[in-house]
């Protein structure tokens, strides 16, 4: 009933944020009478604020057209390569005239960029794209809103959430050979129980997983979002959070955990910077710094759009990521698309470089649960394992953090990917035979909340943070 009645209050305030928005247009429009009143900057804002306040958000566009290449501007054209019924692989294809440019750009990397399903659309990594469409083919998964998916088109479970996510490797392997897989925040747990069924079976792996502010083992550093999920029952999720689309979407009937409700969260984990935000954007407005009122703008724009996750796929996540911790304790298995369980193994995995990264100031996923990831992947060579931690970054900075300072300049290219492609072209096929256990490192200086034997972010006053980004993600 909660739905309906959210839905029901939306609808009311609709021709009201509409009002505003022509109001505010009114105010400020210098041709208009209204606008030569002494107040009508102040005016305007307070109308422009209302509408922002009182509009509904709908899910954003990418829009990137064009990107630099080697001071080439390369078209981007958008396009969808798999359609499934809760998510589409959207591929971003860059087209030149420069034969040289196109030489280069046959030649790079493929990278699939795992978006979360956790109440936001993959829209949110846009920059991250951008940036990674420099020097990468980029694949991205997009999730789709439960609300919009019919009831015949089935259920969604966290099984089929790994199982799309193995479809889209094969995918990339059968069309170029070879791919890289960035997964940032809630997919690191699918994402490597994917790799791991596929190592188990055999099958081609990633040349690299690059894991990012995921909650693999989510009892290290609980943070709040962790202890509500530990603390209350599933019972209790499944009888507050959970509802039935409303008849006026074409999802009508589907148990889902509504967007609206996820946004509430949200923005309760830190009301007072939100409401010093909208209250900066008023000024701006009066002010007429018109930059930063696109900033905020562009900000909330995405911030504020959500969606709704099938029910399924939530309360098992919650059951399995942060109640029973099956991938740690070595006792998930996931349903494949016959219908037969596997065990996920990640000891399993060999032949892919591990790369985890964590935020110093996220409050979401606790310092350790990324990095966790290295003591499940015991396969991996030891020099195969990297992880850093951004200073100064969040949970919502962390992939612009990483990618803005270790791929912006040209300098620090080869990429990540790129050298672990190098290398990789060195290695005899992959064969998942038992591991052996490496041997012991030299002594290294360890970076704060870093495990010994690992690529790791040296800390010091000389170094800035692009720079620690770019000498952790340096392969030796």
């Known amino acids: 009933m909660l739905y309906q009645i959210f839905e029901a209050q939306r609808s009311l305030m609709e021709p009201f944020a509409d009002f505003a928005q022509a109001a505010s247009k009114l105010y400020n429009n210098p041709l208009s009478p209204l606008g030569q009143h002494p107040l009508a900057q102040r005016v305007s804002a307070g109308y422009d604020l209302l509408y922002r306040l009182g509009k509904d958000y709908e899910k954003p566009e990418f829009g990137i057209k064009a990107v630099p290449v080697d001071g080439v501007d390369v078209a981007i054209h958008e396009r969808v390569e798999i359609d499934k019924p809760f998510c589409e692989l959207r591929r971003f294809k860059r087209f030149s005239d420069e034969p040289a440019t196109l030489a280069k750009l046959k030649t790079q990397p493929v990278v699939l960029v795992v978006a979360p399903l956790s109440g936001h659309y993959a829209t949110l990594l846009r920059d991250t794209v951008r940036t990674l469409l420099r020097d990468h083919k980029v694949y991205i998964t997009d999730w ?67 894991m990012m502010g995921g909650p693999i083992d989510a009892r290290k550093s609980p943070t709040a979002v962790n202890n509500l999920a530990m603390n209350k029952s599933l019972s209790w999720f499944e009888n507050n959070v959970i509802y039935r689309v409303p008849d006026n979407f074409p999802g009508a009937g589907r148990r889902v955990y509504p967007g609206f409700l996820q946004h509430t969260g949200f923005v ?58 099956k991938l740690v304790n070595g006792t998930w298995d996931v349903r494949n698309p016959k219908g037969q369980l596997e065990r996920v193994r990640p000891q399993d995995i060999r032949n892919t470089a591990l790369l985890t990264v964590e935020g110093e100031l996220d409050d979401i996923s606790g310092s350790g ?108």
């Open 144 to 210: 789709k809103n439960a609300r919009l998916v019919p009831l015949e088109d089935g259920e969604f479970h966290l099984d089929d959430y790994v199982n799309y996510v193995q479809e889209f490797i094969r995918y990339l392997h059968q069309q170029y050979g070879h791919c890289h897989i960035m997964s940032v925040c809630q997919p690191t747990v699918p994402v490597l129980a994917a790799v791991s069924l596929m190592a188990s079976r055999g099958e081609k792996l990633p040349l690299s997983m690059t």
């Open 268 to 325: 309760a984990m830190n009301p007072d910077r939100h409401l010093k935000s909208h209250y900066d954007y008023f000024k701006d407005l009066i002010k007429g710094d018109n930059s930063s009122a696109e900033s905020h703008r562009q900000f909330y724009d995405e911030y504020n759009a959500v969606l709704d996750m099938d029910a399924d796929y939530y309360l098992e996540t919650i059951s399995t990521v942060f109640q029973e911790f």
């Open 369 to 476: 649960q990324t990095e966790a990831a290295h003591d499940l992947c015991t396969g991996i060579v030891r020099r195969e394992h990297h992880h850093m931690e951004v200073e100064g970054a969040g949970h919502y900075g962390i992939s612009v953090a990483v990618v803005g300072a270790r791929w912006s300049t040209p300098t620090s290219r080869p990429s990540f990917w790129s050298t672990s492609r190098a290398r990789a072209a060195k290695r005899p096929p992959p064969r998942n035979a038992p591991a052996r256990k490496p041997p012991a490192p030299p002594p290294t200086r360890r970076a704060r909340g870093a495990a010994p034997g690992r690529s790791e972010s040296r800390r010091g006053t000389a170094r800035s943070p692009a720079a620690n980004a770019m000498h952790a993600l340096r392969l030796p």
